[in-house]
Nanobody
Framework: QVQLVESGGGLVQPGGSLRLSCAASGSIFRINVMGWYRQVPGKQRELVAAITSGGSTNYADSVKGRFTISNDNGKNTVYLQMNSLNSEDTAVYYC???????????????WGQGTLVTVSS
């Protein structure tokens, strides 16, 4: 069984920075894609950034130039460096992974529990 554990959320001042981490564990052969989504109450969950095992990245327009996603394939871990944070970034951030699992053999989509990021003065 594959699980994702997120960390790094918290309260930060506008203009500040946070670094989120997400570690995958379990019966994993390969992680094809890992990404970060965020959700505000009453709104649809949206993609923030994603990265493939090969390092290709994709960002939401609202975070381009401010956020950087990276991975460590040896640790099955993805990071989200968030700079120049503003109030619009306040949300619960969820880690997501598209995994090629070993037991059972096949592809799985896995979600983390979420970590709250609050940007406020």
């Amino acid at each position: 069984q594959v699980q994702l554990v997120e960390s790094g959320g918290g309260l930060v001042q506008p203009g500040g920075s946070l670094r989120l981490s997400c570690a995958a564990s379990g019966s994993i052969f390969r992680i094809n894609v890992m990404g970060w989504y965020r959700q505000v109450p009453g709104k649809q969950r949206e993609l923030v950034a994603a990265i493939t095992s090969g390092g290709s990245t994709n960002y939401a327009d609202s975070v381009k130039g401010r956020f950087t996603i990276s991975n460590d394939n040896g640790k099955n871990t993805v990071y989200l460096q968030m700079n120049s944070l503003n109030s619009e970034d306040t949300a619960v951030y969820y880690c997501n992974a598209d995994v090629h699992a070993l037991l059972p053999l096949g592809r799985l989509e896995v979600w983390g529990q979420g970590t709250l990021v609050t940007v406020s003065s």
